[in-house]
């Protein structure tokens, strides 16, 4: 934020009331850039001083030494600043090449811990569209923690444990055979079990035969518990299958059934707060003191057995206590919007301060050329043959354009998987998409593909211009480079501001808007002409390439050198 900080030592000795941060929060961009490169707005000391804000404004700027800019205006309300452009470049351009991938970091976090609920897909099942959006944002935001100074903490809440394992079980022992779970273990536990949906819905019996066996897995019978084991374990190599591709990994994978011993103390600690109520046989937490409009909490059912909310809270405070976290964020689609703002009732009646530290980060329904994916019916679109497909489109392309490249396979690995991360954290998080592979995976328009295109334009000038080290004569004025310029400037800013909103699209945005700024800068400028100004331009595409890479990297999105 090195723009700020000229512009906020010049307002801190007019404004001696303000400290620098103060200062800070309230600088904006103007609401256009003829008017300017940074306003302060001075509505705020309206009250105090007595005056319109138009008066101070005009006031404050007869007393600002405007040295260091090209001028400072009073605009209305605002105090407009033009920033120089020969010092800011040169600025700019130092501290992104001193400080390299750092540049952007803040220290806000010092150190705390943000825990990551994150993927979380439910074994013997393939993973979903809808798990691969929790896994790319939960992976994008930690990146983004990390960068303002948080330690996160992934963790991948596997659905390893309820009711419908009872089903599967029932089903593979009623009509399952072990040789063909072997041959092809996810597909086939699958099919057992939208099996087992078709036949209950015919015969309800079958429904109480699940339940009596979930019954027996969590009282520990050994041979529930062996073949929940066994699908359990086939369905992590499946899960880690596609974490790899996606370069993931995950600090915890404490699923459900981790929480089995842990679910005691949580009911305990309940029923000694007087909290849980009786409700046709199942114990509950009446919420409605919390707000009328929820429903209660289901903590045990009739028969006894924990449910999907009893392990969550299990979970909630086991995290409190193992990382203490400063927040606690659950990357989960917004169809369990209810299930955590009850899960957040019920701590906070269980008088757990840090109930507000825990944050639903919710996020909108993909679909696949128009369709839903539903497993109860069977009819999912494998992640793996998504990750395929966008490989292939993207060797096609590869092939077309740089038909000499030596790894292309490597390449289009990076270029597929990046397309469809990128596609998923472009949009706010909380939207609905569709999903289009052509489009997504495309060199040209809004797609991860032309970041890395053009990131790896940059690498190739820098290759071919050859230099070992770029040299101290950074002044860069013209107007073609002044929007690079300001657009590297805003990368603090927009890393702040993804973790204040929880949103990894402000970096992808991000990402493109510096993308298109620097192809029109290279389809108009001679960059390697052999002037004065070609170290400050060579400095210019190198502080670009670490800005690129760096912002590809928060997304989880790998910089190939050439493609
Ligand atoms: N396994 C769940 C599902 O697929 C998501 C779990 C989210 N995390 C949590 N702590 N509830 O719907």
């Not at 993973?127 to 923690?145: D, K």
């Not at 489009?439 to 295109?453: K, S």
Request: glycine share 6%.
């Amino acid at each position: 934020m090195l723009e700020n900080k000229l512009v906020v030592s010049a307002l801190v000795k007019v404004l001696p009331d303000f400290t620098s941060e103060q200062i800070s929060e309230k600088l904006e961009a103007p609401k256009s850039t003829d008017m300017g490169d940074i306003a302060f707005p001075t509505f705020t000391l309206a009250k105090a001083r007595h005056q319109a804000p138009q008066q101070i404004a005009a006031a404050l700027v007869s007393e600002i030494n405007p040295d260091g800019f090209e001028k400072v205006v009073a605009t209305g309300p605002y105090i407009n600043f033009f920033l120089d452009k020969q010092i800011t470049s040169r600025h700019t351009l130092e501290q992104v090449l001193a400080e390299q991938a750092n540049f952007g970091s803040h220290t806000t976090g010092s150190g705390a811990n943000v825990t990551i609920d994150m993927s979380s897909p439910n074994i013997a099942k393939p993973m979903s569209m809808g798990h691969l959006r929790s896994t790319v944002i939960g992976n994008a935001l930690a990146n983004i923690t990390e960068k303002n100074g948080y330690v996160p903490v992934k963790i991948n809440h596997l659905g390893d444990w309820g009711t419908q394992f009872g089903k599967l079980i029932y089903a593979y022992k009623t009509w399952g055979n072990e040789a063909e779970v072997k041959a092809d273990p996810i597909a086939t536990l699958l099919r057992y079990y939208v099996e087992f949906h078709e036949k209950a819905q015919a015969d309800d019996s079958l429904n109480d035969e699940g339940r009596a066996w979930f019954k027996k897995l969590e009282n520990g019978d050994q041979e529930a518990h062996k073949l929940w084991q066994w699908f359990r374990a086939e369905s992590l190599k499946e899960f880690t299958a596609i974490y790899d591709r996606l370069d993931i990994e995950f600090d915890s994978y404490n699923g459900e059934a981790f929480y089995n011993d842990k679910m005691d103390k949580v009911v305990d600690t309940l029923s000694d707060k007087k909290l849980l109520v009786k409700s046709q046989g199942a114990q509950i937490v009446d919420l409605s003191s919390v707000n009328p409009n929820l429903t209660p909490a289901m903590i045990k059912r009739s028969d006894g057995a924990t449910l999907y909310m009893t392990r969550d809270l299990a979970a909630a405070v086991y995290r409190k206590e193992t990382y203490n976290f400063a927040k606690s964020l659950y990357v989960v689609g917004g169809e369990q919007r209810e299930h955590f703002v009850q899960m957040k009732a019920v701590l906070a009646l269980m008088g757990f301060e840090w109930s507000t530290d825990v944050e639903h980060i919710s996020f909108g329904l993909i679909t696949f050329n128009g369709k839903k994916m539903s497993t109860r019916k069977g009819d999912v679109v494998l992640l793996k043959d998504v990750l395929d497909d966008a490989h292939e489109l993207a060797l096609k392309q590869i092939q077309e354009k740089n038909p000499a490249l030596k790894n292309k396979e490597v390449v289009a690995e990076q270029v597929g998987a990046g397309a469809v991360v990128f596609h998923d954290l472009m949009n706010d998080r909380t939207n609905n998409f569709d999903f289009n592979l052509e489009e997504v995976v495309r060199f040209e328009g809004d797609t991860g593909p032309y970041v890395q295109y053009t990131n790896a334009r940059a690498k190739s000038i820098l290759r071919k211009a050859a230099v070992t080290e770029i040299g101290d004569d950074l002044n860069l004025d013209d107007a073609e480079t002044w929007d690079i310029i300001t657009t590297l400037n805003a990368f603090p800013t927009a890393v702040q501001r993804a973790w204040q909103q929880r949103e990894a699209s402000i970096i992808a945005k991000y990402a493109l808007t510096l993308a298109r700024a620097f192809n029109k800068y290279y389809a108009n400028s001679k960059i390697l002409a052999d002037d004065a100004q070609l170290n400050a331009r060579l400095a210019l595409v190198k502080s670009v390439t670490i800005v690129l890479s760096e912002s590809l990297r928060l997304l989880g999105v790998k910089s190939p050198e050439e493609m």
